[in-house]
């Protein structure tokens, strides 16, 4: 145990040198511990003003004690839970100062493949992965060739009708 104790020990001073100062020290150490990976739907619970996490570029933010100082307040916070919330970061231009603040909320990484992807909008008929869409598409193409011809067919019958003798 002494043996294995002094080899953990060795390890530790051995990565010291890596670490210049204190502050590299904590990043370090917090890093380390915020190496959690979470799954997406784990994350999405979290989506209440007493109890906040994010998902941005990849990192998990749990932001609970930073939503009453957060200067876009806390509504906005909230309605990035449950997504991956990288483009309404991004969006707002947060500054460099932000970026360095939200450093100090991470607790973890989300698993990328438990993340929801977005379903790209694809035009009716196109071949959308929803069937309904397809038939919706064909109604629409039959449609747009009967409403011209009806309107072709009503304007000869007006013309025919009111031809004079
Ligand atoms: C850990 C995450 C976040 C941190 C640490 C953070 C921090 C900040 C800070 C410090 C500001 C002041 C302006 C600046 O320095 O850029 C700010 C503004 C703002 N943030 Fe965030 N923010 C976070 C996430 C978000 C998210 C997810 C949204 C969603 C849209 C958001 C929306 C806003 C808005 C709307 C403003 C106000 C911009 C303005 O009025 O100029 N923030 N945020």
């Not at 002094?6 to 904590?26: A, G, K, N, T």
């Amino acid at each position: 145990f002494v043996r294995l104790l002094h080899d953990e020990l060795m390890v530790f001073l051995s990565w010291l040198p890596q670490v210049p100062c204190i502050d590299q020290l904590i990043l370090f150490v917090k890093d380390m511990a915020s190496s959690k990976v979470y799954l997406f739907d784990e994350i999405a619970k979290h989506n209440k003003t007493k109890d906040c996490w994010l998902i941005i570029s990849g990192k998990v933010y749990d932001v609970t004690s930073f939503m009453d100082d957060h200067p876009g307040g806390d509504e906005v916070l909230l309605s990035s839970t449950g997504k991956d919330a990288t483009n309404d970061f991004e969006d707002v231009g947060h500054s460099d100062d932000a970026r360095e603040t939200m450093e100090k909320y991470v607790i973890g990484e989300v698993d990328a493949t438990t993340v929801p992807t977005k379903r790209l909008y694809v035009g009716p008929g196109l071949g959308g992965a929803n069937p309904k869409d397809d038939k919706q598409g064909a109604l629409i193409k039959i449609l747009q060739l009967l409403v011209p011809l009806l309107i072709l067919g009503l304007a000869l019958a007006v013309r025919t009708y009111t031809k004079k003798e």
